[in-house]
């Protein structure tokens, strides 16, 4: 999906689910729910104008105080506010090719056995794991080369599908998330090459993607179903390579009572 179309649908939802009595607006008779383009112009001090240009996705001027004063009409997270800035402004990095793991790091992921680990690209692709991870978490040499990333295998492998607990939840969590990394990420083509493969082949991603959701995956907690058919539950923390940007090192550590799930990675 191109930038100024993620502008504008997030902009459009984030509009809709202010609350104009927060701001003492009548919202009787109202044919739409939520702020009007000018009101919010308004509220954020710019023109109505200007405001309806960028809300269209249109090559405008745009200021970071201006950026911030919107966000906080529309009563934006700090993560939405951090990611509004991000599709607003584009990639600041140049475009580079994904570095080779560091042998240290791999040496790493292997020594924290019996515990599942793996190494991932900001884009979710998966480049190494550890023998507890590919027989608790998931086997990706059973799948294609270009397949084995998380958010791919959310929607089109019906054998990792099954395993995750609370799959829903799971998979509009990995979405947020990857959109997070993705008004972030360091190439953007890196991103747009999941996001149309995964269009072409899941209409459930299509519908979850839509919704626009946005959020971050440091850590949290997944439920996945082992080999023996038994659920388990796991802590997992995310951890970015200081001197390799944008490669990280996902571990998951198992609890012994049940925990909600909150994403996957």
């Known amino acids: 999906m191109a930038r100024n179309e993620d502008v504008k649908n997030f902009l459009h939802k984030h509009r809709a689910q202010v609350k104009p009595e927060v701001y003492g607006i009548d919202s009787q008779q109202r044919r739409v729910p939520g702020l009007r383009r000018e009101e919010v112009a308004q509220l954020a001090a710019v023109s109505v104008s200007w405001y309806t240009w960028l809300e269209q996705g249109r090559d405008i001027r745009i200021s970071p105080a201006a950026i911030q004063?919107?966000?906080?009409?529309?009563?934006?997270?700090?993560?939405?506010?951090?990611?509004?800035?991000?599709?607003?402004?584009?990639?600041?990095?140049?475009?580079?090719?994904?570095?080779?793991?560091?042998?240290?790091?791999?040496?790493?992921?292997?020594?924290?056995?019996?515990?599942?680990?793996f190494v991932r690209r900001e884009n979710m692709d998966i480049?190494?794991?550890?023998?507890?991870?590919?027989?608790?978490?998931?086997?990706?040499?059973?799948?294609?080369?270009?397949?084995?990333?998380?958010?791919?295998?959310?929607?089109?492998?019906?054998?990792?599908?099954?395993?995750?607990?609370?799959?829903?939840?799971?998979?509009?969590?990995?979405?947020?998330?990857?959109?997070?990394?993705?008004?972030?990420?360091?190439?953007?083509?890196?991103?747009?090459?999941?996001?149309?493969?995964?269009?072409?082949?899941?209409?459930?991603?299509?519908?979850l993607w839509q919704r626009h959701e946005v959020s971050r995956m440091g850590a949290g907690n997944k439920a996945i179903l082992d080999l023996n058919s038994e659920m388990k539950?796991?802590?997992?923390?995310?951890?970015?390579?200081e001197n390799t940007p944008g490669i990280f090192v996902i571990f998951y550590a198992p609890v012994v009572e049940k925990s909600s799930q909150t994403g996957c990675e």
């Open 233 to 241: 539950h796991y802590t997992y923390t995310s951890l970015e390579v």
């Open 69 to 117: 004063r919107i966000g906080k009409v529309l009563q934006l997270t700090p993560v939405e506010q951090n990611y509004f800035s991000a599709i607003v402004f584009g990639h600041t990095l140049p475009s580079e090719q994904s570095p080779d793991i560091p042998k240290e790091v791999k040496v790493m992921v292997d020594a924290l056995h019996p515990y599942p680990a």
């Open 127 to 207: 480049l190494y794991w550890n023998r507890a991870a590919q027989e608790n978490i998931f086997d990706w040499t059973q799948v294609p080369l270009s397949d084995r990333n998380s958010l791919k295998l959310m929607f089109i492998d019906p054998a990792y599908k099954q395993r995750i607990g609370n799959w829903e939840s799971a998979a509009l969590h990995t979405i947020a998330a990857f959109r997070n990394y993705q008004a972030a990420g360091r190439n953007s083509a890196d991103f747009d090459s999941i996001v149309n493969d995964l269009s072409t082949r899941s209409a459930d991603f299509v519908a």
